[in-house]
Nanobody
């Protein structure tokens, strides 16, 4: 069974930085896309950043130039470095991955989610 475990959320002042991590574990064969979504109270979930297995990345316009997504494929881990944080970045951040894995001796590809980590930007 595949699991995604996130870490690194917390409280930070405006202008500060945080780094989120998300490690995938289980009977993983291939990790395709990994990324981060966020959802603030009263808002829809939105894509923050994503990274493909081919090395392509994309970002929400609101975080371009401030956030950087990176991957350590040897560790099945994706990171989100968040700089120059603003109050509007406050949300629950969830890791996402599209993974090919072995289950019951058979290969299958599916979407997996982490449990979410709270990021609060406030003075």
């Amino acid at each position: 069974q595949v699991q995604l475990v996130e870490s690194g959320g917390g409280l930070v002042q405006p202008g500060g930085s945080l780094r989120l991590s998300c490690a995938a574990s289980g009977s993983i064969f291939t990790i395709y896309t990994m990324g981060w979504y966020r959802q603030a109270p009263g808002n829809q979930r939105e894509l923050v950043a994503a990274s493909t297995s081919g090395g392509s990345t994309n970002y929400a316009d609101s975080v371009k130039g401030r956030f950087t997504i990176s991957r350590d494929n040897a560790k099945n881990t994706v990171y989100l470095q968040m700089n120059s944080l603003k109050s509007e970045d406050t949300a629950v951040y969830s890791c996402y991955a599209n993974i090919g894995a072995i289950a019951s001796g058979r290969y299958g590809r599916g979407d997996y989610w982490g449990q979410g980590t709270q990021v609060t930007v406030s003075s």
